[in-house]
């Protein structure tokens, strides 16, 4: 175990965090709280660097919520040579896994070979191969070629006319947010100082032009807090080049943005046997995933070029999804009102001349400007740890060797995301079969709450379970909903009823009627807790309804 030992228990508390940030000299400072900036902060908080990390919103609000929510190997990289990039995100994905089986979990992709598809038969058998290999597959996970009568048989819903064979593999199913809500408090349980809405404001330089201090103001309170630090990293996603131009050190390498939309339907309207990855009819491919009651599809790649903080989903994106869809399989006949909800994000890619959105490289690159800001763009979920790791070597460069000689080596590969660790995925199983049956006990009889308590919160569900039988209501999810938003706020640093239905529960994307039911009754109590006048209730909730409303209307331009 590292010698920079972590506390018992990961907690992320506002007003001990409050009261650190403007006390001390920090040896990095972080901006940007999505999973790049979180693992970040783990990484150095665990070697022995005095961390502080800020964002502007709420954890996890970008980018890192709005992905396709996968820890992939990226089989599609291996068409574009990208051997690298395939090898490294194979070995990252076991690692995340071993260390959050709850969290990031093996799920089963099938392959459907269709005739003048992106992937042949033999092309797809050696793919496969070298997939395998690059990424270290053992076991059960190791891919298997199929026939066409063997592809039916796996996905029934796809059109026979037109599989010709499949191929069968693993990929690693997530909830991004999740993973980096757990990324942040096990650096907090590290000594990291993280905050929430407290948004970066003024560079502020010494004489020699050297990044000495930060002004950011403090959403929460109104107040303006200085931090100080001896290295300062932007890990903004598409912020970056915001930041970069503020700085003044913006060049020829810059942000191309693209936009991923995905759309949830309720399992029944597309009831797939396992996750596929599948081509459409403009050469691109896509995902549809189970998810419990839901399977979500996605992504959309194109250009984007409107409002970073407010990404919609369009009636083009989804015809172009719908379209896709009908066309794979033909007797689902999904329309528009099928849809429960849906989420639009976006992808800080580097810009490649002459590359579209979908030949864009995922790749991540380090830009370092004459003042000494650090910046990490492009790159990819998979990708986060190691990220980090290429990040802190270029603040290392910059460290006197005596402080340098004090910190650790970095062990991210063997630091467990929570406090009471999963073993593997057979710990999982038992795990979430016993609390099935504890819930039955309890009242509950949709096995679906033990695979939602599980996955979402691992082992600490027990805590939201002893503060659930002090909510005596029959209306059981009622006082389940409540539970959860005493465990959030107190251990979680909830802010916002948007951070508890959409990052802390992806409740608004997978379960969004319980949204609707419970709003009104978990403002009433995040207003107690957070001590909330009558105007920002009322802007809470109007915050929350304009929410709602994007992730079910579908707009005819990106300007809403």
């Excluded at 009831?271 to 403009?282: E, G, H, K, N, R």
């Excluded at 939602?452 to 379970?465: A, E, N, P, S, W």
């Amino acid at each position: 175990m590292n010698k920079m030992q972590e506390n018992t228990f990961s907690v992320l508390n506002r007003e001990n965090q409050l009261n650190h940030i403007s006390e001390k000299k920090f040896d990095l400072v972080i901006i940007g709280g999505g999973v790049t900036g979180a693992g970040i902060a783990l990484d150095a908080a665990s070697r022995g660097m005095k961390t502080c990390l800020i964002e502007k919103n709420d954890f996890a609000s970008g980018t890192s919520n709005k992905s396709t929510k996968l820890i992939h190997g990226g089989l599609r990289y291996l068409k574009q040579f990208e051997i690298g990039l395939v090898k490294e995100s194979g070995r990252e994905r076991a690692i995340v896994h071993k260390l959050a089986p709850h969290l990031v979990i093996p799920e089963k992709m099938l392959l459907p070979l269709i005739e003048g598809g992106t992937y042949g038969k033999i092309m797809t058998a050696i793919g496969l191969k070298v997939y395998d290999i690059l990424a270290n597959v053992e076991g059960d996970d190791k891919r298997k070629m199929l026939d066409k009568d063997e592809t039916l048989e796996k996905e029934p819903l796809l059109d026979p006319e037109n599989v010709l064979a499949g191929g069968f593999y693993s990929e690693y199913r997530t909830d991004d947010a999740r993973l980096t809500i757990e990324l942040l408090k096990k650096a907090a349980s590290f000594g990291a100082t993280l905050l929430n809405y407290c948004e970066m404001d003024t560079f502020v330089y010494n004489e020699k032009g050297i990044l000495e201090h930060l002004d950011c103001k403090d959403h929460t309170t109104g107040k303006t807090l200085r931090i100080t630090g001896r290295n300062f990293v932007s890990a903004a996603g598409p912020w970056v080049d915001t930041l970069r131009k503020k700085d003044k050190s913006i060049n020829e390498k810059y942000l191309h943005l693209t936009k991923g939309v995905h759309l949830v339907f309720p399992f029944d309207m597309l009831p797939i046997a396992q996750s596929i990855y599948f081509d459409v009819p403009d050469g691109r491919m896509l995902f549809a995933i189970p998810r419990g009651r839901c399977t979500y599809v996605g992504t959309t790649d194109t250009t984007y070029t409107g409002d970073l903080d407010r990404v919609l989903t369009t009636q083009a994106d989804v015809a172009y999804l719908l379209n896709a869809m009908n066309t794979t399989f033909p007797t689902v006949d999904l329309s528009e009102k099928d849809i429960e909800s849906s989420w639009a994000g976006l992808r800080p890619l580097i810009h490649e001349k002459g590359k579209n959105p979908s030949e864009l490289s995922r790749k991540d690159e380090i830009f370092v400007s004459d003042s000494g800001l650090i910046s990490i763009a492009g790159g990819k979920l998979t990708g986060y740890r190691k990220m980090s790791q290429r990040v802190l070597e270029a603040v290392l460069k910059s460290l006197p060797k005596k402080r340098k000689k004090k910190l650790q080596l970095s062990e991210t590969e063997n630091i467990a995301l929570t406090s009471d660790p999963f073993q593997n995925k057979k710990e999982v199983a038992i795990y979430q079969e016993k609390l099935q049956q504890q819930l039955k006990n309890m009242g509950f009889a949709d096995p679906y709450i033990a695979m939602y308590l599980v996955v979402t919160y691992g082992k600490q569900t027990d805590l939201i379970l002893r503060r659930f039988q002090q909510y005596k209501d029959k209306d059981l999810i009622k006082s389940l909903v409540l539970a959860e938003l005493w465990y959030t706020v107190h251990y979680e640093m909830v802010a916002s009823i948007t951070d508890f239905f959409v990052r802390r529960t992806a409740r608004l994307f997978f379960d969004i009627k319980t949204v609707s039911t419970y709003k009104e009754i978990v403002l009433e109590e995040l207003s107690n807790y957070l001590n909330w006048n009558e105007e920002k209730q009322k802007s809470e909730a109007k915050m929350l309804s304009q929410l709602i409303k994007d992730a079910t209307t579908f707009y005819v331009s990106e300007a809403g």
